[in-house]
């Protein structure tokens, strides 16, 4: 069960961290880039990221108890 919120934290960070790169490259094309405008790009990074610190937070928890 580790080594799966170990993957998923990883998983989402990586995906923010992807949206919050597309939504820099809409902001510097003019707040367009591929028909979405630059918030359509940062509000789901920010789910995304925040998820993959739940996980990661799940991990430290999940290491304190079993000690």
Known sequence: MRNFFKIMAWINGLVGLILMLLGIIAVIAGDRFLGHFWSNYFYPAYNFIL?????????????????
């Open 51 to 67: 998820l993959g610190i739940f996980f990661f937070l799940a991990l430290i928890v999940a290491r304190d108890k079993k000690d």
